[in-house]
C-alpha cells in the first residue's frame, strides 16, 4: 500500500494525561489564589493566580486540538510550543519505546509518544515504518 503524505494524520493525546495535567495546573492556579487569601498586600500573588488561571484557560483549548499532525512531509508536534521537523530532511528514525529520535544534518528531534493514545501509538508506530520503506529512512 503506497504512503500517500498529501493527506493530513493527527494523532490526539491521551485522556488521562490531558485530566493529570490539567489538575496540576488547577491546583498551582488555587496556590496564587491562596497567597492572595494569605496575604492580600502580596504583589505577586495577583500574577501567580492570573497567569495560573489563564494557562488553564488555554490549555483546555490546546488539549482538544491534535498533539501531532503530519502533512506534506512536515511532522508538527506540541502543546504550547510546536516542534516542526521536516521529513525530506531526517536521515536516522530510532525508537525506544515511547520515544522517537529523528536524526537530521544538523539537530535531534525527540517525541515523547506516551501523551497520544493509544490506539493511536500503533497507527503512528505502523506510519513510521512505512515512511522510512517509502523513503529510504534508517529505522531500527
Known amino acids: 500500500m ?60 490546546a488539549y482538544k486540538k491534535p498533539f501531532l499532525s503530519i502533512k506534506n512531509h512536515t511532522l508538527l508536534y506540541g502543546t504550547l510550543y510546536k516542534s516542526t521537523v521536516d521529513l525530506k530532511r531526517v536521515s536516522r528514525i530510532k525508537h525506544y519505546g515511547d520515544l522517537y529520535i529523528f536524526k537530521t544534518d544538523n539537530k535531534n528531534y525527540t517525541l515523547y509518544a506516551k501523551t497520544i493514545r493509544d490506539e493511536e501509538r500503533a497507527l503512528l508506530h505502523n506510519f513510521f515504518i512505512k515512511y522510512t520503506y517509502a523513503h529510504g529512512v534508517i529505522f531500527p
Open 2 to 61: 503506497p504512503l500517500n503524505l498529501k493527506s493530513e494524520f493527527y494523532f490526539f493525546y491521551y485522556p488521562i494525561y490531558v485530566k493529570k495535567q490539567l489538575l496540576y495546573l488547577f491546583i498551582w492556579a488555587f496556590l496564587g489564589l491562596f497567597l492572595v487569601y494569605i496575604s492580600p498586600y502580596y504583589f505577586l500573588s495577583y500574577f501567580v493566580s492570573l497567569f495560573g488561571f489563564s494557562l488553564f484557560i488555554y490549555l483546555i483549548g
